[in-house]
């Protein structure tokens, strides 16, 4: 084992840093492949790249693993030399560094290969529109999660191993909780709204030209304060925000001719998670103080822009014009007022991510129920378009007419993400008590988006939520950054409030 000098603790620290910050650039010049890999590769280059991605994965985890690291981070932790930056950064890389030593190198390389595969049978299942194609490699990838549980350790359930990992914490318990609690306030908000619910919902008609889509959503993302010198947007299968240094921020986006509204929204969401990235202390690279909170803290910041900015009245002033001098024989007959209407409109819908804010929550109780089953050999892959069949019924009363539109459309599972998807219900939630303390601090803020002026949310955010970097968990986080503890009644408060012109609020406290 190779000993450490006994240096001052500010050399320690040096060391650690730069540590650290060797294997970031390792780790995010293997997500510039991931990036590369759904924007421009081409299709016979997927097996030299799954190598590449996973012989980086390697790497990076050898490094963080080595036992002269594990023994600088443990005299950095008892030093007393430390700021109190510092020895957070400390603490946490130690959690890190004893979780990663679990894992062997070969499990790593095997997992990745894995995901790689899993992810290029999940293009060509969409491609086709059939499950049964994707299905053999999903099988193996959970076989390897459900190992991946017992590497790092459990008390109650399997999932709650992969819980932690998105959001540090939340366990199937607290989740069984909160979806008892929702769902039934959801259901009932979701019917007295579609009572009340006036005609049919307007629908974007005609064709849109997509570079005039993407000039408008590069637009909109300026306008949000995303620095275009600091990151750029392209197109991929599935949109997601992809980070290798806040210097250097990605959003991808797809585009459909006939509805811009895709598109729209999709940046404005997309773009609430690079600002958050863009937004991280720089000094901090490499380092946990240099990320973001969780995964739900992550979401959040995407979902209080998409929703409580983007599908606001404020925002559709804002917009309206933009789209009717792009638009104007396509928009013909329409106003601001059936814009807000057409985006907030609640109806249930076969894809999660074109759901409304109400029935949105019943897409993630799916999936959320589906990777438990799973993992707890509960269910069979093979069995996964029946049970989703089976529940979009029973949840949403819908027929699902084909795997694409079905059990294909997430790619969260293709990329080993399991455990992901509560965090989008988690995540909504924390936006909604944010939003709602933001509204208050700021009652102005409508005539100000109106004006085009988006300012204000990027500055309040970056006040309370990107300073922190990982400095808290996301309770902690939600505590500080709106002055109470996490409450799911401030959610439903927020439907409510927003939906109110659609019906007369009950009280839905159960």
């Known amino acids: 084992m190779k000993t450490i000098n006994k240096t001052p603790p500010n050399n320690s ?4 840093l730069l540590h650290m910050q060797k294997i970031a650039d390792i780790r995010f ?13 081409p299709p016979k280059g997927a097996d030299a790249r799954g190598r590449q991605i996973a012989t980086l994965a390697e790497t990076s985890h050898e490094l963080f693993s080595q036992d002269w690291f594990g023994d600088l981070l443990r005299q950095l932790s008892a030093s007393d030399d430390l700021t109190h930056q510092q020895k ?15 894992y062997k190198p070969a499990f790593v390389r095997k997992l990745s290969e894995q995901v ?6 999940w293009l060509e299942a969409r491609k086709q529109n059939n499950f049964r194609i994707w299905e053999p490699e999903l099988d193996l990838l959970f076989k390897l999660k459900r190992e991946e549980s017992h590497i790092l350790g459990f008390e109650a359930d399997p999932y709650d191993a992969h819980l932690n990992e998105y959001d540090k914490g939340v366990t199937v318990e607290l989740l069984d909780r909160n979806f008892s609690y929702l769902l039934p306030v959801l259901k009932n908000l979701q019917e007295a709204i579609q009572k009340d619910q006036k005609g049919s919902q307007p629908i974007f008609t005609g064709h849109f030209d997509e570079h005039k889509q993407w000039e408008l959503g590069k637009m909109i993302l300026e306008k949000m304060g995303f620095d275009f010198e600091a990151g750029r947007q392209d197109r991929s299968e599935h949109p997601f925000t992809i980070s290798f240094h806040p210097q250097d921020v990605r959003v991808t986006t797809r585009i459909s001719v006939t509805d811009p509204a895709q598109m729209i929204w999709t940046c404005i969401h997309e773009g609430g ?3 958050y990235e863009q937004g991280l202390p720089v000094e901090e690279y490499g380092l946990p103080l240099g990320e973001a909170c969780s995964y739900s803290i992550h979401e959040s910041q995407s979902r209080f822009w998409e929703n409580g900015i983007g599908r606001s009245s404020a925002f559709c002033a804002f917009l309206f014009p933009h789209l009717k001098k792009l638009f104007p024989e396509e928009l013909y007959g329409w ?12 109806q249930p819908s076969l894809i999660r991510t074109e759901a409304d804010e109400i029935t949105y929550h019943f ?3 799916i999936r959320y129920e ?3 089953m799973l993992l707890n050999n509960e269910l069979k892959t093979k069995d996964i378009p029946h049970f989703w069949a089976e529940s979009y019924q029973k949840h949403l009363g819908l027929v699902v007419p084909d795997d694409k539109q079905g059990c294909l459309q997430d790619v969260h599972w293709a990329h080993g993400s399991l455990g992901y998807f509560p965090t989008y219900s988690m995540g909504s939630q924390y936006a909604a008590q944010l939003f709602n303390q933001f509204t208050l601090l700021k009652p102005d803020w409508q005539a100000e988006i109106s004006a085009g002026n988006f300012t204000g949310p990027h500055q309040w955010l970056k006040n309370q939520v990107f300073i922190h970097g990982k400095y808290f968990n996301s309770l902690e986080l939600c505590n500080i950054s709106t002055g109470k503890p996490f409450q799911m009644s401030e959610f439903i408060w927020y439907l409510e409030n927003k939906f109110r012109i659609h019906y007369q609020p009950q009280n839905t406290e159960g």
């Open 13 to 16: 620290y040096q060391q650690y």
């Open 29 to 41: 010049s293997n997500a510039v492949l991931q990036w590369d890999q759904e924007t421009n590769l």
């Open 88 to 102: 957070r950064n400390v603490d946490l890389s130690l959690e890190d560094f004893e979780k990663n030593k679990k």
């Open 116 to 121: 790689n595969r899993t992810f290029h049978a």
């Open 273 to 275: 998670h690079a600002l």
């Open 335 to 346: 106003d601001e007022e059936m814009l807000f209407t057409s985006i907030n409109w609640v």
């Open 363 to 365: 897409h993630v109780a």
């Open 370 to 372: 589906l990777e438990k």
